[in-house]
């Protein structure tokens, strides 16, 4: 029969023998504040937890506070617990509120946990408004998902140390280093973000200078500067005499940016108060330009006709009208028509090379009026600032050359025929 002991009467300190032969209800002292809680929880059954029993030192109020269940913390536990509370009491620390304050803190920090892909999203978020286009926001979605989230997607953004940057670019930095250097560089950005947003502390693992590039190869070291493949400019005139033989706006949107020199995206979001016919010109804002700034295009006789042919269909407010109502041109449709006119072995963005090597090696015009038609900037301030005084009618001028060259079909080396007269 299990012995029932009266509180009252017990004098020495506990023993984990005795105390697992309790089964009277009450509240058994051990010293130091530390009491074992005896209760029935069911018939024929005790439930047994440790308290810790002190004084208000601001109410003068007894007051007690749980330490777990006997199952759970044991005797040298609690005990540990109890003097650690005692010895808090001396120094005027309250144990209940030190207990508030420490599960506060916990649930702060759960709170402010962040995983990685989470940090991703927010900073992509963050930097969408400042961005040209829709299609960067999900560059930098899809790479970071397609390489980053596997290995670091669902770990806290705070624990993201040098191993596990590595362990993102190490697999594809020698095989697909331009792809490996946009993700360190997405990735650096994520880092950054999130400790500026207070979601991690400490230097940034994915940076560069000064510490990757100590560890890792330089890009330029390991991969091949990729050009997009241009047509010579000798094969202009064979090529835009087939071009416009072809059907669909693909067509002509593409003629009109090879006279314009422009990039894919600026000539389908091209739209109609961005022409003006009577001067002959096409005014790019700077929210659709990769250098973020104004580019006026003059437009030769050959690319105001496509525009006014264009009008007298006009439908919507995109001059390059796409398949579906005031939708602009599809991204891939030049390429989709390079393919049907088997030369899959050239871009639509290849014709600023083919524009560039023409008027660099064909004829006279300065390099800074071709470097402007091609709206690249110049770094040289005095040739800038001569080249905004002079430029708008030599620009015009190489515009109108170009148009006739790609208007010109060259059968060899000294005779050339204008494409309508060979038609």
């Known amino acids: 029969m299990t012995k029932k002991l009266d509180a009252k009467k017990l004098k020495k300190p506990f023993s984990v023998k005795a105390i697992e032969t309790w089964s009277k209800p009450g509240n058994y002292g051990d010293g130091n504040g530390l009491y074992l809680q005896v209760a029935r929880a069911a018939p024929g059954a005790v439930s047994k937890s ?116 590595r362990k993102v670019l190490d697999p594809i930095w020698a095989t697909k280093n331009e792809t490996a250097s946009r993700v360190r560089q997405r990735l650096e950005a994520v880092l950054s973000w999130a400790t500026v947003s207070k979601y991690r502390t400490g230097e940034n693992p994915a940076r560069w200078k000064g510490h990757l590039d100590q560890l890792l190869s330089k890009p330029s070291k390991v991969q091949e500067v990729q050009h997009h493949p241009a047509l010579p400019y000798a094969e202009i005139g064979a090529f835009t005499a087939l071009l416009k033989v072809q059907k669909g706006v693909a067509a002509v949107a593409l003629e009109f940016l090879i006279l314009t020199a422009t990039r894919t995206g600026e000539v389908i979001g091209a739209t109609w108060d961005e022409i003006d016919l009577n001067k002959r010109l096409w005014t790019i804002p700077k929210e659709r330009m990769k250098a973020d700034k104004e580019h006026l295009i003059p437009l030769s006789p050959r ?121």
């Open 50 to 165: 440790w308290t810790f029993r002190y004084r208000d030192r601001a109410t003068h109020k007894l007051r007690e506070m749980g330490l777990g269940p006997l199952d759970l913390v044991t005797l040298a536990e609690a005990r540990a617990k109890a003097l650690e509370m005692r010895k808090g009491l001396l120094v005027g620390v309250d144990p209940s509120a030190a207990k508030a304050a420490k599960v506060a803190q916990v649930i702060l920090e759960a709170a402010k946990a962040m995983t990685f892909d989470q940090a991703a999203k927010q900073c992509i978020d963050g930097k969408r408004p400042g961005w040209k286009s829709e299609k960067h926001a999900e560059q930098w979605t899809n790479t970071l998902a397609t390489y980053a989230s596997p290995v670091i997607g669902s770990l806290p953004v705070a624990a993201i140390d040098l191993p596990l940057v």
């Open 303 to 423: 690319a105001v006709e496509i525009i006014k042919d264009l009008a007298k269909a006009k439908l919507g407010g995109y001059v390059f009208p796409g398949g579906k109502l005031d939708q602009p041109l599809s991204n891939a449709a030049m390429l989709a028509l390079l393919k049907r006119m088997g030369r899959a072995d050239i871009t639509s963005h290849g014709f600023r090379s083919t524009f560039r090597d023409w008027a660099g090696e064909q004829t006279s015009f300065a390099r800074e009026v071709i470097e402007a038609a091609m709206s690249h900037q110049l770094k040289d301030k005095a040739e800038a600032a001569y080249a905004r005084g002079t430029m708008p009618e030599r620009r015009r001028k190489l515009m109108e050359a170009w148009a006739q060259y790609c208007g010109t079909l060259k059968t060899n080396a000294d005779n050339v025929i204008p494409i309508m007269s060979a038609r």
